[in-house]
């Protein structure tokens, strides 16, 4: 089944797709707008007092890094530094916050010189995002 290159989803669109979020044709104009609306329905779906699922974390990390752009993310956070090291993520009053353990100077004379928690805020109405400490 081709998908790419068929009819964009986007209502009233007729441009050719180039994207798929899950399973469902987008294109260019339309990807990011489709991508907020998916990660806002799982941000919404998830239960605060349960852990979210580990596919949170990678739309997550996804939706930030279209946000900023890679290599542009705050507190020089990489899409894979957040789907991969986030831990004690808890949903909050507009957003929800979560820590990352850094590794400073990694791989100096193979071993880790520093290792530092970084706790991170992200705002989901004014989707920003900012190290806390």
């Not at 990390?61 to 808890?90: C, H, K, W």
């Not at 805020?121 to 900012?130: A, G, N, P, Q």
Request: overall charge positive; glycine content about 6%; aromatic content about 18%.
């Amino acid at each position: 089944m081709k998908i790419i290159g068929t009819r964009c989803n986007w209502v009233g669109c007729a441009s050719k797709s180039v994207f798929i979020i899950q399973g469902v044709p987008y294109c260019p104009n339309h990807y990011f707008r489709a991508f907020e609306k998916h990660f806002l329905e799982e941000y919404n779906r998830w239960d605060r007092r349960t852990k979210p699922p580990e596919e949170f974390f990678k739309i997550f990390s996804r939706y930030v890094s279209f946000i900023y752009g890679e290599g542009a993310i705050p507190g020089a956070l990489s899409r894979a530094r957040i789907r991969d090291r986030t831990y004690n993520i808890r949903k909050t009053e507009g957003g929800l916050t979560f820590c990352i353990v850094r590794h400073l100077y990694a791989w100096t004379d193979y071993k880790w010189t520093q290792e530092v928690e970084q706790f991170f805020k992200f705002t989901v109405d004014e989707t920003r995002l900012e190290l806390l400490s």
